[in-house]
C-alpha cells in the first residue's frame, strides 16, 4: 500500500511538473506584458484574444502553420506508403540480402542527423534545391523511414503466415496480398508510425533552419523562432504563438494515444 501511494506522489508530481509551463504558456497568452511580470500565475484580469489575432495575422503564423500542415502531411503519407512496401517484402520474403537489408535500415537510425549535415547540405546546394519544400519532405523521409521499417517489419512478421497461405491459394498475387491483406491488419502499426512521423516532421527547426530563407515557405517552427527575434518584447502575442505551435501535435497525440501504445505493443506478439 505504501509503495502505491509514493508511486501515485511521483506520478502526480510528475504530472504537474509538465503541466505548469504549459498551463502557464496558455495563461500567459491571454495577458499584456505588465501583468505577465506582475502576477505571472494568477488569471488575466482581462482576457487579451487579440494577442492570438496578431500571431495568426500579423506574424503571419497562418502561413506558416499551413506550411507545417502541408509539409507533415506529406512526410506522413510517402512514409507509410514506402516504408509499409519495404517492410512487407522484409518480413514475407527470404532472399540472400535480407538480412543485410535489414541491417542497412537498422543502421540508419544509429546515425545522428548532425553528422551529415555538411554532406547533406553540399548535395541540397549542388543541386539547388534549397527553398524547396519537396527536397524538405524528402530530407524528413529519409531520416524517419528506418525507425518506420523497424516497427512495421517486427509488427508485419506477427501476422499469421496462414492468411497469406490461404490467400495464395485462392489464387491471389503478392500485390493482392499486401493490398488486401497486410496492409489492413497493419493499421495499428501504420497508425503509430504515422504518428510519430507527424510530430517529428512538425517540430523539426534543423532542415528548414539551414535550407528554406523565404519566408513564404517556411514552417511554424521556424515562423516562430523568427517571431521570437523579431517581436520578442511583445510577450502575449510570443506566448500565443507558442500555443498555436503547440496545439497540433497535442490534438493528435491525445487523439491518437491509444493506437500508439496499441500499435507498439502488438508488434511484439506472435500469433
Known amino acids: 500500500m505504501k509503495k502505491k501511494i509514493i ?37 488575466p484580469e482581462v482576457f487579451r484574444f487579440e494577442n492570438y489575432v496578431i500571431a495568426w495575422r500579423e506574424a503571419n503564423m497562418s502561413r506558416y502553420f499551413l506550411n507545417s500542415i502541408l509539409i507533415s502531411m506529406a512526410t506522413v503519407i510517402i512514409l507509410a506508403i514506402v516504408s509499409s512496401m519495404a517492410s512487407f517484402t522484409l518480413s514475407r520474403f527470404n532472399f540472400k540480402v535480407n538480412k543485410f537489408l535489414a541491417l ?59 492468411l497469406e497461405e490461404a490467400a495464395l491459394m485462392d489464387g491471389a498475387s503478392y500485390f493482392q496480398i499486401y493490398f488486401r491483406v497486410i496492409l489492413p491488419m497493419s493499421v495499428p502499426a501504420i497508425s503509430t508510425v504515422s504518428i510519430f512521423n507527424f510530430l517529428g516532421a512538425w517540430n523539426n527547426i534543423l532542415f528548414p533552419l539551414l535550407f528554406i530563407n523565404d519566408d513564404r515557405l517556411k514552417p511554424i517552427a521556424l515562423g516562430l523562432l523568427n517571431f521570437s527575434g523579431e517581436r520578442g518584447s511583445e510577450y502575449g502575442p510570443l506566448m500565443a504563438a507558442i500555443v498555436i505551435t503547440i496545439l497540433v501535435p497535442l490534438v493528435v497525440y491525445l487523439l491518437f494515444q491509444e493506437k500508439i501504445e496499441s500499435g507498439l505493443a502488438a508488434g511484439s506478439v506472435k500469433e
Open 7 to 43: 508511486l501515485y506522489v511521483f506520478v502526480i508530481a510528475m504530472a504537474l511538473m509538465f503541466i505548469e509551463p504549459m498551463l502557464f504558456t496558455l495563461v500567459s497568452s491571454l495577458k499584456g506584458n505588465k501583468e505577465i511580470f506582475s502576477s505571472p500565475f494568477s488569471l
Open 104 to 162: 542497412f535500415f537498422l543502421l540508419g537510425m544509429m546515425i545522428p542527423m548532425h553528422t551529415v549535415l555538411v554532406p547533406v547540405s553540399y548535395i541540397i546546394g549542388a543541386l539547388e534545391l534549397k527553398n524547396n519544400l519537396v527536397a524538405l519532405v524528402l530530407l524528413y523521409v529519409a531520416f524517419s523511414l528506418s525507425f518506420s521499417i523497424l516497427v512495421l517489419t517486427r509488427f508485419m512478421k506477427g501476422i499469421n503466415a496462414s
